[in-house]
């Protein structure tokens, strides 16, 4: 074996171990996966839903709101337009004058900004942000609100689901999501959740008020208020059975976009975290979830650069042969015995990952309620499986030199 | 608080998962030399016959088998020459080398080394009636930046004409009585060398270089009429 052959197996080891991590956490928690929390007694609840441009979203977002079902007089919706140009403030203007929401207009500032300037109006003992472009089902916040019984609970995630799947972007996206209401709940088990989704996470109200979210030109407000609760001693947990459908992006240009920001704001508030990392103080989290995201990273990184390496080298030397023979065209003949000397430890592992692959994604479809379907979504799961690693490697690699070049950081 | 555990079941996990991988690459990579090898032991068990033939044809120095003989040994070098290509293929590609696989490549050698002999005597006996030329190739993985585009400066002249072309590739780096006797003769200090019947080149050939030696020789190849 050469030196490449062991950076290869150590790499597929914690491939491999980490796959076995999460399942062994899931299995261990089985019993826990579905169960929803007793209420003594319901909150209160407000609900902050910042929206810029979001003309073809906002009505759905609030309908969704209005019929949630949840005593009316515990719940109030701050609509915040966010300097919005098109006609996002006259849509809300008429929910907002049959007293349904409070409207907030403002110039634009951000997300963060959004929030934190309604965060004093509201009077609930929970604060929920949703993005506008999400939906939550109706029976959401009575699964999420008995996680506030504990004390030490600061914010609760929902399992979040793409509105729908018409296109091969979204189908790539539809599996992922999938996949991340599986991972989610492992961080939950974990206690290592670090990103609290806008859409429709639910916070203790008197936490995020003094909290507040960071303004400071982060990335991603929702990973920065997930560190710092961590930072504070809070836990978060997650809902399997609260469901937020969210609008997803459907071209590769936009999930580009909205992909290099997430990890790029990953990796700022890493940084501004890093004294986490390898700590004890934040169990889980410091000491296994962020250094394995460097490492998972890391391995993305190498599948990309070993194997270019190989091919560059390998077209190379067949383009010296070539030349050799003075480029003369003899077509190379089959040899069905070849096949099985070409065969080794590496298809051994090339199964395996698939094999893994697919209990994940069916643990995943278990885990949030959907039909896994191999043949009617062959599509979605053909395009997740050959397209996905290739692109999310492609996000991690640009938003890693991004951040390494200190390339202008846009929200 | 972090549960050491489930890290450790799943490091215990992932362990044997994972060695089942290097098991079942040593398992595989001993299958495919216990294959190779049945293959040479074929090879040798059909050329039997054929070094009987070689037997009586010196013995009687007659030439009256020559024609069978021929067509023999045509044939078994052919086979030989499949094998070489496994074994290349094996080389190449084979992460995990057991150790049987230098045993088989030194028999592998031997064989070789005893065909290119056979062709030296089958022309001696019966004349190079079929236009072969028997190349003998020093070559090394270790110690040659041109062997690679040299070897496939051969292969290409041998996808041409595999009747005409028996080439003998030698490992240079093998550590074996007769290779080292070999490069003694040859005089071979450096790679890659052709020894081309009689004559040994000491360089790298090029395609022209060589086709200008083979047909000086023989001129019905294609490359000859241009």
Redesign the interface.
Known sequence: ??WM?YIY?GM??FM??TT??FM??FI?NRKYLWLSPEVKEKKTISFIVPAYNEEKNIARCIDSLLSLDYPKDKVEIFVVNDGSTDRTREICERYAREGKIKLINKKNSGKASSINMVLPMTKGELVAVLDADSVVSKDYVNHMIGYFEDERVAAVTPAIKPLDANNIVKKIQWVEYMFQIYLRKAFDFF?AQYVIPGAGSIYRGDVIRRLKFDENGNLTEDTEIGFRMHEKGYEIRNSLNAVVYTDIPDTFGSLVKQRLRWYRGYLQNVRKYSYMILN?KF??LG??LIPANFIWITILFLLVILPGINLANDLY?RY???????F?I?WPSF?P??I???????N??GV?FLSLTFLTLFIGAKASKEELGLIKKRAHYFAYIFLYPMLITFFWVSATIQELLKVERKW | MVEWKIYLAAGVITTIIFSMGIVFGFWLSGEKVQRLNADLESILRESKSMELEMLLMNTLESNFTCRATLIELDKITQRAAYLGDLLTVYENSERMKVEEYKELKKDYTYLLIRYWLFWKNVKKSCGNVNHVFDILYFYSNKNCSTCIQQGAILSHFKKLYPKNFMIFAIDGDMDLYIVRLLKEIYNVKSYPVIVVGDKEYHNFMSKAELENLFCTEYKEFSFCKR
């Open positions: 074996m050469e052959d197996l597929y080891w491999i171990y076995v991590l062994l956490v261990k206690k004890r169990g889980n000491m296994f030397i010296l042969n070539w030349a050799a023979v003075d003369e003899i040899n015995d070849t099985f000397l070409s065969l080794g430890m590496y051994y592992y395996l």
